[in-house]
């Protein structure tokens, strides 16, 4: 019980993650102008769509949506390759609508359309671009593609999806991506891709199952629905910390001063006080010291009991001993 | 009587403390640990080992009382002056990457002029090495070999001769004084390009001689006081010529025409130009393939290579007449001739036997004025490690009877410099060491039975008195003999440099691969070469394609079977073009052997063991070809098994430096075909997964960090100071990439710290996810960067500060954030044990802190121990060649300002703006490691010490223990002091038992 809760909590702060990836920022008009309203909310969910998988409703019917802007989309997708801009019915100025193609490929085969993805590149002042409101129209699989996806879910191999890696201005170079097709077919076609943007690039995706999939192997299932519900988390690049010289201004402590050292640099140093800094020479000296106040001290007591004042101290003890043993004997 | 007992009492208390002293005394140096090195440990287990690199240019200085010397300039930019007797460096200067010596002179009997780029002119002080001064020459179009003379006389009168610096098309006159340019004359004109310089010194003229065109001479006298050029000549020849190579003599000019069937001769004399074209064919020189013309300076003759066949060919300076002298077959090598006292010449010829192929024997025919003439013969053998000769210095001394002896000083196939004199090789000099291309270790095999330590180790009474003149020199009372005879004994242990395997896993093989082909085992006692092996299957025909040997791969490392030999693979590519099909040749690393070679039939863009190996141990290898198509080695149905068995979780990644693209693959069926052709390999064919593109106008791949494939990791979890558990994440194919702005790649300053970005990666390589990324602005490379376990350290530039800055990023696995406590640890759900796949959906956290560095750093690795306990050091190898170890903990991202109390305990440093750097740091301790291009780290048996070689021009091993040894006793741990200490402290309590006994008595008495 624990554990699933602990589970929900990680699925919510996944979907929090994906929320405030996505630029938040918008305006509830530009949804509708889009046509994105039923699939905004199934996207966003798509996030907490894992949960909405769980409790096995309203899946179904959003991926449906899905699939009907699809195809909207894709009329939509000859008029904007024709003119790619509109800023009047953009709230901000300088934004730009764009859009570049998802393609995948089964195995082997070559790779062909699988949907688009639509996006806003925003150029800032200082020249730099940032896409967001990313969305993807998946169109669903023809009967050839689908017998193909069985295809390699059979042989356990893997689906492949690819898309330019300069989303502005497509060239050559793709950045690929790929997920084990039994995975994908055991979540019921909900993917999630985790696109690395900079600026204007793709700089890697991630494309994997919704659901975890670490089985090894994997058992072979075909999905039950055969629409795909898409699930995506844009992630840009953090920041480094700048690192600014710390400055050692705090004042100096009682006993502290400043010494300059070799390299030129001052450093702080708790000045030794004088038994800190001269104890062991002072301990011994002590010790002496004690020493002779003591042999002083039994000094005296000699003359008094008659003896010459020079008298070696070790003789008094052999005598004291020998007549002690003279006694004894 | 009360005062005598006091007094007695007192006096024994005094005996007591005195007794207490001297223990603790006692104690103090028993338990004494040292944090640095002290005087007389230099050398006990380091070494280190100076080296000049593979020679290219030579000259002598023999004549006068001196010392004799010769004076080398290195293909890795060094010189150095050698002694001619012994071969040992009397001085040695290593000069930048972008500095080769290109022309190497003796000037005025103390001087050592060197041309570097046909930029800089040098002049050194000969017996000491002293830089006199330094002359930068504006440099010129042209892309010549830049040439220099030192002129027999003195042009500005101040009693020093001077210099001809010809670089470019400007010819350039020094003053040998100081380098200032006395003159300056651009000797270029329409069509006209100047080769090379002469010198008549009778007429104080110099002459330019070079090419009009492509199909004419020109030459132009230019008057050495002035500096004006006085003369221009000209002569057309009928054929076009090959402009590459003109050989330039004082009488006459060679050149090969363009298709390559005659010879163009020039000859100059007072009448004027004549030009005489020979056909090779004439010259009874049958042609195979294109000749080319040699560098060698003959005099009144030239050398040509055709095809396998080398000629001499002499030149009548009048007629310009030729003809040929000699003609040799095979590896031959001619040296420069050599003017002698009584304005003859001599030549050496340095040619292999005939049958001499298996012996490696040689002949060396010193020639005389007249080429019929042989004034010397001499037959050497060579190691057959040594190869064959590539080229010979020849130089003369004066025999007792008064006539001319002939000493060679050659360049050997290995790289390696020996001196030839009386048929004997004098000194030899291990150059091929100064290019270390790979590195690896091997064990030692095991101790036999018949060699037990007490043999080698002497009988008890010696090792008694060692430890007891140990003692004494501890104790200060040892004399200056017995001090130096400790010392001795310390450096020479025998122990140290046996060839068995030792209980603490110090005694190891260090096996460097050299960029001539050729493999040494190393002993990490000494240094010494235990065997060297020019790998034969790299050995290139006679003008044959290089193989350039480019890594070393353990085959096969018995652990089970500890009585088998391991043995290595070294894997050769092509020098030049990169589709030429790899070589591969297995060696007994014990032996120095090749065990078997082959040549396959695919290139390899790159190979690597996997965590395979068979029964027999063998380790499983994949080789890439340029198809991405997967090759297993070996090709045993065994392996192809295992393999199998694996295969799906098999997957591999390309980067693509030049593109910006990391690719990831994975491998699909085997092709059934190649079970037939299994000695080459099974072929899988693979499929791409993923890639990675970096943003091409922004982000260029700098470099690229692995995890080394042999890491222990001693715990997944840290208990911090709150008893919590922080999770590693220990993910074994993540890798740290670092990608620089393209614009920024070059010096510093060539971009703006407003667009130069340092932008870190760490990615999976099974399924291409990112998991971090982190942008530096403001920051330059070079990156230099290390991973291990869960963490990568970096050394970038920062260009808003103006200094070098070190980043450190951790990785900690919060999908296990549950699991909080120690004891959740233990039994909880997601315990240590739980696999980590790249496919599960990972929540990595990373922590990652900056801080500015003081130093250029050159390479970076991490010290490896045995079971990965002991805390983790950071090697760098520092910009003034000096191995610097730094301690991890002052790279912690968890270091604050202000660490509260739980912190403390746990170890944290308070945070700080830089890494403090320690003298005591330096491993290296007083050395430098010239050129230093790689730190190697071996971890020993016992788990606090790890060995640390360092390589570039020079060598370097010494051990570190990071958190000291706890493990065991330091070596000047004195043994006989602690018997002696316990002996004596026995005695004492029986001494003080019977006294104690007696005096109890007495009291009972009295």
């Given at each position: 019980?624990?554990?699933?809760?602990?589970?929900?909590?990680?699925?919510?702060?996944?979907?929090?993650?994906?929320?405030?990836?996505?630029?938040?920022?918008?305006?509830?008009?530009?949804?509708?102008?889009?046509?994105?309203?039923?699939?905004?909310?199934?996207?966003?969910?798509?996030?907490?769509?894992?949960?909405?998988?769980?409790?096995?409703?309203?899946?179904?019917?959003?991926?449906?949506?899905?699939?009907?802007?699809?195809?909207?989309?894709?009329?939509?997708?000859?008029?904007?390759?024709?003119?790619?801009?509109?800023?009047?019915?953009?709230?901000?100025?300088?934004?730009?609508?764009?859009?570049?193609?998802?393609?995948?490929?089964?195995?082997?085969?070559?790779?062909?359309?699988?949907?688009?993805?639509?996006?806003?590149?925003?150029?800032?002042?200082?020249?730099?671009?940032?896409?967001?409101?990313?969305?993807?129209?998946?169109?669903?699989?023809?009967?050839?593609?689908?017998?193909?996806?069985?295809?390699?879910?059979?042989?356990?191999?893997?689906?492949?999806?690819?898309?330019?890696?300069?989303?502005?201005?497509?060239?050559?170079?793709?950045?690929?991506?790929?997920?084990?097709?039994?995975?994908?077919?055991?979540?019921?076609?909900?993917?999630?891709?985790?696109?690395?943007?900079?600026?204007?690039?793709?700089?890697?995706?991630?494309?994997?199952?919704?659901?975890?999939?670490?089985?090894?192997?994997?058992?072979?299932?075909?999905?039950?629905?055969?629409?795909?519900?898409?699930?995506?988390?844009?992630?840009?690049?953090?920041?480094?910390?700048?690192?600014?010289?710390?400055?050692?201004?705090?004042?100096?402590?009682?006993?502290?001063?400043?010494?300059?050292?070799?390299?030129?640099?001052?450093?702080?140093?708790?000045?030794?006080?004088?038994?800190?800094?001269?104890?062991?020479?002072?301990?011994?000296?002590?010790?002496?010291?004690?020493?002779?106040?003591?042999?002083?001290?039994?000094?005296?007591?000699?003359?008094?009991?008659?003896?010459?004042?020079?008298?070696?101290?070790?003789?008094?003890?052999?005598?004291?001993?020998?007549?002690?043993?003279?006694?004894?004997? | 009587?009360?005062?005598?007992?006091?007094?007695?009492?007192?006096?024994?208390?005094?005996?007591?403390?005195?007794?207490?002293?001297?223990?603790?005394?006692?104690?103090?140096?028993?338990?004494?640990?040292?944090?640095?090195?002290?005087?007389?440990?230099?050398?006990?287990?380091?070494?280190?080992?100076?080296?000049?690199?593979?020679?290219?240019?030579?000259?002598?200085?023999?004549?006068?009382?001196?010392?004799?010397?010769?004076?080398?300039?290195?293909?890795?930019?060094?010189?150095?002056?050698?002694?001619?007797?012994?071969?040992?460096?009397?001085?040695?200067?290593?000069?930048?990457?972008?500095?080769?010596?290109?022309?190497?002179?003796?000037?005025?009997?103390?001087?050592?002029?060197?041309?570097?780029?046909?930029?800089?002119?040098?002049?050194?002080?000969?017996?000491?090495?002293?830089?006199?001064?330094?002359?930068?020459?504006?440099?010129?179009?042209?892309?010549?070999?830049?040439?220099?003379?030192?002129?027999?006389?003195?042009?500005?009168?101040?009693?020093?001769?001077d210099l001809l610096v010809l670089s470019g098309s400007v010819l350039t006159a020094l003053s040998g004084q100081d380098g200032t340019t006395i003159w300056?004359?651009?000797?270029?004109?329409?069509?006209?390009?100047?080769?090379?310089?002469?010198?008549?010194?009778?007429?104080?003229?110099?002459?330019?001689?070079?090419?009009?065109?492509?199909?004419?001479?020109?030459?132009?006298?230019?008057?050495?006081?002035?500096?004006?050029?006085?003369?221009?000549?000209?002569?057309?020849?009928?054929?076009?010529?090959?402009?590459?190579?003109?050989?330039?003599?004082?009488?006459?000019?060679?050149?090969?025409?363009?298709?390559?069937?005659?010879?163009?001769?020039?000859?100059?004399?007072?009448?004027?130009?004549?030009?005489?074209?020979?056909?090779?064919?004439?010259?009874?020189?049958?042609?195979?393939?294109?000749?080319?013309?040699?560098?060698?300076?003959?005099?009144?003759?030239?050398?040509?290579?055709?095809?396998?066949?080398?000629?001499?060919?002499?030149?009548?300076?009048?007629?310009?007449?030729?003809?040929?002298?000699?003609?040799?077959?095979?590896?031959?090598?001619?040296?420069?001739?050599?003017?002698?006292?009584?304005?003859?010449?001599?030549?050496?010829?340095?040619?292999?036997?005939?049958?001499?192929?298996?012996?490696?024997?040689?002949?060396?025919?010193?020639?005389?004025?007249?080429?019929?003439?042989?004034?010397?013969?001499?037959?050497?053998?060579?190691?057959?490690?040594?190869?064959?000769?590539?080229?010979?210095?020849?130089?003369?001394?004066?025999?007792?009877?008064?006539?001319?002896?002939?000493?060679?000083?050659?360049?050997?196939?290995?790289?390696?410099?020996?001196?030839?004199?009386?048929?004997?090789?004098?000194?030899?000099?291990?150059?091929?060491?100064?290019?270390?291309?790979?590195?690896?270790?091997?064990?030692?095999?095991?101790?036999?039975?018949?060699?037990?330590?007490?043999?080698?180790?002497?009988?008890?009474?010696?090792?008694?008195?060692?430890?007891?003149?140990?003692?004494?020199?501890?104790?200060?009372?040892?004399?200056?003999?017995?001090?130096?005879?400790?010392q001795e004994s310390r450096l020479n242990q025998a122990d140290k440099t046996k060839l068995t395997r030792d209980h603490n896993g110090f005694r190891k093989?260090?096996?460097?691969?050299?960029?001539?082909?050729?493999?040494?085992?190393?002993?990490?006692?000494?240094?010494?070469?235990?065997?060297?092996?020019?790998?034969?299957?790299?050995?290139?025909?006679?003008?044959?394609?290089?193989?350039?040997?480019?890594?070393?791969?353990?085959?096969?490392?018995?652990?089970?079977?500890?009585?088998?030999?391991?043995?290595?693979?070294?894997?050769?590519?092509?020098?030049?073009?990169?589709?030429?099909?790899?070589?591969?040749?297995?060696?007994?690393?014990?032996?120095?052997?090749?065990?078997?070679?082959?040549?396959?039939?695919?290139?390899?863009?790159?190979?690597?063991?996997?965590?395979?190996?068979?029964?027999?141990?063998?380790?499983?290898?994949?080789?890439?070809?340029?198809?991405?198509?997967?090759?297993?080695?070996?090709?045993?149905?065994?392996?192809?098994?295992?393999?199998?068995?694996?295969?799906?979780?098999?997957?591999?990644?390309?980067?693509?430096?030049?593109?910006?693209?990391?690719?990831?693959?994975?491998?699909?069926?085997?092709?059934?075909?190649?079970?037939?052709?299994?000695?080459?390999?099974?072929?899988?064919?693979?499929?791409?997964?993923?890639?990675?593109?970096?943003?091409?106008?922004?982000?260029?791949i700098a470099t690229v960090a692995t995890r080394r494939p042999d890491e222990v990791v001693h715990t997944q979890a840290k208990v911090l100071g709150n008893?919590?558990?922080?999770?590693?994440?220990?993910?074994?194919?993540?890798?740290?990439?670092?990608?620089?702005?393209?614009?920024?790649?070059?010096?510093?300053?060539?971009?703006?710290?407003?667009?130069?970005?340092?932008?870190?990666?760490?990615?999976?390589?099974?399924?291409?996810?990112?998991?971090?990324?982190?942008?530096?602005?403001?920051?330059?490379?070079?990156?230099?960067?290390?991973?291990?376990?869960?963490?990568?350290?970096?050394?970038?530039?920062?260009?808003?500060?103006?200094?070098?800055?070190?980043?450190?990023?951790?990785?900690?696995?919060?999908?296990?954030?549950?699991?909080?406590?120690?004891?959740?640890?233990?039994?909880?759900?997601?315990?240590?044990?739980?696999?980590?796949?790249?496919?599960?959906?990972?929540?990595?956290?990373?922590?990652?802190?900056?801080?500015?560095?003081?130093?250029?750093?050159?390479?970076?690795?991490?010290?490896?121990?045995?079971?990965?306990?002991?805390?983790?050091?950071?090697?760098?190898?520092?910009?003034?060649?000096?191995?610097?170890?730094?301690?991890?903990?002052?790279?912690?991202?968890?270091?604050?300002?202000?660490?509260?109390?739980?912190?403390?305990?746990?170890?944290?440093?308070?945070?700080?703006?830089?890494?403090?750097?320690?003298?005591?740091?330096?491993?290296?301790?007083?050395?430098?490691?010239?050129?230093?291009?790689?730190?190697?780290?071996?971890?020993?048996?016992?788990?606090?010490?790890?060995?640390?070689?360092?390589?570039?021009?020079?060598?370097?091993?010494?051990?570190?223990?990071?958190?000291?040894?706890?493990?065991?006793?330091?070596?000047?741990?004195?043994?006989?002091?602690?018997?002696?200490?316990?002996?004596?402290?026995?005695?004492?309590?029986?001494?003080?038992?019977?006294?104690?006994?007696?005096?109890?008595?007495?009291?009972?008495?009295?």
């Amino acid at each position: 019980m624990k554990t699933w809760l602990v589970l929900l909590f990680f699925v919510l702060g996944f979907s929090f993650r994906n929320v405030a990836s996505l630029n938040s920022d918008e305006l509830p008009q530009d949804d509708e102008e889009w046509g994105f309203v039923g699939r905004e909310t199934s996207s966003r969910l798509g996030g907490g769509g894992i949960g909405g998988e769980k409790t096995g409703q309203g899946s179904s019917s959003s991926s449906s949506s899905i699939r009907n802007v699809g195809e909207s989309r894709r009329i939509g997708s000859t008029m904007a390759s024709s003119s790619t801009t509109s800023p009047s019915s953009l709230g901000v100025p300088g934004d730009k609508k764009i859009q570049f193609d998802l393609e995948h490929c089964f195995g082997d085969s070559e790779f062909t359309p699988a949907g688009s993805f639509s996006a806003r590149l925003r150029t800032l002042p200082h020249g730099r671009q940032t896409l967001f409101k990313l969305r993807l129209t998946r169109n669903p699989f023809s009967e050839l593609e689908e017998k193909a996806f069985k295809e390699i879910v059979q042989q356990n191999g893997f689906y492949k999806v690819r898309v330019p890696a300069n989303v502005i201005d497509p060239g050559k170079a793709y950045v690929v991506a790929a997920v084990k097709a039994r995975c994908l077919a055991a979540a019921n076609l909900k993917e999630r891709f985790d696109l690395n943007l900079d600026q204007g690039n793709v700089v890697g995706i991630t494309y994997s199952s919704a659901v975890e999939c670490t089985q090894n192997p994997h058992p072979q299932v075909f999905p039950s629905d055969w629409t795909f519900s898409s699930w995506i988390v844009t992630k840009s690049s953090e920041q480094a910390m700048r690192l600014i010289p710390m400055l050692d201004d705090t004042p100096l402590m009682s006993g502290e001063k400043l010494v300059t050292g070799e390299d030129g640099v001052a450093t702080k140093v708790v000045e030794k006080n004088f038994w800190q800094k001269y104890w062991m020479y002072i301990l011994p000296f002590g010790l002496i010291v004690i020493n002779a106040i003591t042999s002083i001290t039994n000094m005296p007591d000699e003359p008094a009991s008659g003896q010459a004042g020079a008298a070696p101290a070790g003789a008094v003890p052999q005598r004291i001993s020998g007549a002690g043993g003279a006694r004894r004997r | 009587m009360a005062h005598h007992r006091q007094s007695l009492n007192l006096q024994q208390q005094q005996q007591q403390q005195l007794l207490l002293l001297a223990f603790v005394f006692v104690l103090g140096f028993l338990t004494s640990s040292c944090h640095a090195l002290y005087e007389d440990q230099v050398g006990v287990w380091d070494w280190h080992q100076q080296y000049i690199g593979r020679v290219k240019h030579a000259v002598f200085q023999t004549q006068g009382s001196g010392r004799k010397r010769v004076v080398v300039a290195t293909e890795q930019n060094a010189l150095a002056s050698l002694n001619l007797r012994t071969g040992e460096i009397y001085w040695r200067h290593v000069l930048g990457e972008s500095d080769p010596i290109d022309v190497l002179e003796l000037a005025s009997g103390k001087y050592v002029m060197t041309l570097s780029g046909g930029t800089n002119v040098r002049a050194w002080h000969l017996p000491d090495g002293v830089l006199i001064w330094e002359a930068a020459i504006p440099s010129s179009k042209g892309s010549n070999p830049p040439r220099l003379v030192a002129l027999p006389v003195d042009i500005d009168n101040d009693k020093i001769n001077d210099l001809l610096v010809l670089s470019g098309s400007v010819l350039t006159a020094l003053s040998g004084q100081d380098g200032t340019t006395i003159w300056k004359v651009d000797i270029s004109g329409k069509d006209v390009d100047i080769r090379d310089v002469i010198v008549a010194t009778e007429e104080l003229k110099a002459y330019g001689v070079g090419f009009i065109g492509d199909s004419g001479f020109t030459i132009i006298e230019i008057d050495l006081h002035a500096g004006t050029i006085t003369d221009r000549k000209t002569a057309m020849t009928s054929e076009t010529l090959s402009v590459t190579e003109l050989l330039v003599s004082k009488q006459f000019a060679v050149v090969l025409d363009s298709k390559g069937t005659h010879l163009v001769t020039l000859s100059i004399n007072a009448n004027g130009l004549t030009v005489l074209e020979t056909a090779l064919s004439s010259l009874s020189l049958n042609a195979v393939g294109l000749p080319k013309l040699l560098p060698t300076k003959l005099d009144g003759a030239i050398s040509l290579a055709l095809g396998d066949l080398t000629a001499i060919v002499a030149v009548d300076p009048t007629s310009g007449e030729l003809r040929t002298v000699e003609t040799l077959v095979g590896a031959v090598a001619v040296s420069d001739s050599l003017s002698l006292a009584n304005s003859k010449h001599s030549v050496a010829i340095i040619q292999l036997l005939e049958g001499g192929h298996s012996q490696n024997t040689f002949s060396l025919h010193v020639h005389g004025e007249d080429w019929t003439e042989v004034v010397q013969k001499e037959t050497v053998k060579l190691p057959s490690h040594r190869g064959h000769v590539q080229k010979v210095f020849l130089n003369a001394y004066l025999r007792t009877d008064r006539t001319h002896g002939f000493r060679a000083l050659v360049i050997g196939e290995d790289d390696s410099l020996l001196l030839l004199q009386q048929g004997e090789i004098v000194w030899t000099r291990e150059d091929e060491l100064a290019s270390i291309v790979d590195a690896k270790s091997a064990e030692l095999p095991l101790e036999r039975d018949g060699v037990s330590v007490a043999e080698v180790e002497h009988d008890l009474a010696e090792w008694l008195k060692g430890h007891f003149l140990k003692l004494k020199a501890t104790l200060f009372l040892a004399s200056a003999d017995e001090i130096a005879a400790v010392q001795e004994s310390r450096l020479n242990q025998a122990d140290k440099t046996k060839l068995t395997r030792d209980h603490n896993g110090f005694r190891k093989l260090l096996l460097v691969l050299t960029k001539s082909g050729k493999l040494l085992a190393l002993h990490t006692g000494d240094g010494r070469i235990v065997w060297s092996l020019l790998i034969p299957g790299f050995r290139a025909p006679h003008g044959g394609p290089q193989v350039c040997p480019e890594k070393l791969l353990l085959w096969h490392v018995p652990h089970q079977h500890a009585e088998e030999r391991p043995e290595v693979l070294v894997l050769g590519k092509s020098c030049s073009t990169s589709d030429f099909p790899a070589v591969l040749s297995w060696v007994d690393a014990y032996k120095g052997i090749e065990l078997h070679t082959m040549k396959l039939s695919y290139p390899v863009t790159h190979a690597f063991g996997l965590p395979l190996t068979d029964s027999s141990e063998q380790r499983l290898h994949l080789f890439v070809d340029d198809q991405a198509q997967a090759h297993l080695l070996p090709g045993s149905e065994e392996s192809l098994d295992l393999f199998l068995k694996q295969k799906d979780n098999a997957y591999f990644y390309e980067v693509d430096r030049t593109k910006g693209i990391i690719e990831g693959y994975g491998i699909k069926g085997l092709v059934e075909s190649s079970r037939q052709t299994s000695s080459e390999g099974y072929l899988f064919e693979t499929e791409k997964l993923w890639s990675v593109v970096f943003p091409e106008e922004t982000e260029s791949i700098a470099t690229v960090a692995t995890r080394r494939p042999d890491e222990v990791v001693h715990t997944q979890a840290k208990v911090l100071g709150n008893r919590e558990v922080l999770f590693k994440y220990l993910n074994k194919n993540m890798i740290f990439v670092a990608t620089v702005t393209p614009k920024s790649v070059g010096l510093l300053g060539a971009a703006s710290p407003e667009d130069s970005t340092v932008v870190a990666y760490l990615i999976d390589t099974v399924t291409g996810r990112i998991l971090h990324r982190v942008t530096h602005p403001s920051m330059q490379g070079p990156v230099h960067a290390v991973l291990s376990e869960n963490w990568v350290v970096y050394h970038y530039f920062n260009l808003r500060n103006h200094r070098y800055e070190m980043s450190v990023l951790e990785t900690y696995d919060q999908s296990r954030v549950g699991d909080k406590g120690v004891m959740q640890l233990m039994l909880g759900r997601h315990n240590a044990s739980a696999p980590l796949s790249s496919y599960s959906s990972s929540n990595v956290e990373v922590k990652g802190q900056s801080y500015f560095f003081t130093y250029t750093v050159k390479t970076l690795t991490v010290t490896t121990t045995a079971r990965g306990i002991t805390s983790k050091q950071l090697l760098l190898g520092t910009v003034t060649d000096q191995v610097l170890a730094l301690d991890k903990r002052l790279l912690d991202p968890r270091r604050s300002a202000t660490p509260t109390p739980s912190e403390r305990e746990e170890g944290i440093l308070p945070l700080t703006d830089a890494i403090p750097i320690s003298p005591q740091g330096y491993l290296t301790n007083g050395y430098q490691v010239e050129g230093l291009r790689g730190i190697l780290t071996i971890p020993a048996r016992l788990e606090s010490t790890c060995l640390v070689f360092a390589y570039g021009l020079d060598l370097f091993y010494t051990r570190t223990a990071p958190s000291r040894t706890y493990d065991s006793l330091t070596e000047d741990f004195s043994y006989a002091l602690l018997l002696i200490t316990i002996v004596a402290l026995l005695i004492a309590i029986a001494v003080t038992y019977v006294l104690a006994e007696r005096k109890e008595l007495a009291e009972k008495w009295k």
